[in-house]
């Protein structure tokens, strides 16, 4: 299973600060996805103002209570460091050893399915 954030860009003025995403440089709304690993959309959360950081999303939704609860585990980005032991992130440093450099090519990327721009 994947977990990952997505930003649902909206039409907001300056002063709706909660929903700007300083990551992104625009207003939107911050939906939290879990995916099969092929990018299939299992579960979507409702939707957070954009300046929620993807980490406090999660915890908002209660997914990684409810992963742990479940004995199941995500593979998610850097951005969930720090969320426990059912969520995996990538290993970070340089000089990694080959055993974290395979994990890493585990994990999801911006070139992932669950990640690429859905189009309407």
């Known amino acids: 299973m994947v977990l990952d ?17 300083g990551k992104h440089k625009k207003h939107g709304m911050n939906i939290q996805v879990l995916a099969a690993p092929d990018g299939t959309p299992l579960w979507t959360s409702g939707s ?25 585990i995500a593979l998610a980005d850097k951005g969930y460091v720090g969320a426990g032991e059912p969520v995996r992130v990538p290993y970070k440093g340089k ?18 399915p669950v990640n690429a721009p859905t189009r309407s």
């Open 5 to 21: 954030g997505t930003l649902i860009p909206i039409d907001r003025v300056a002063a709706d600060r909660p929903y700007y995403s």
């Open 48 to 72: 957070l103002p954009g300046s929620v950081h993807d980490l406090r999303a999660a915890r908002i939704w209660g997914i990684v209570r409810r992963l742990e609860a479940a004995g199941m």
């Open 95 to 112: 000089n990694k050893p080959a055993s974290q450099k395979a994990a890493n090519s585990c994990m999801p990327s911006s070139a992932d």
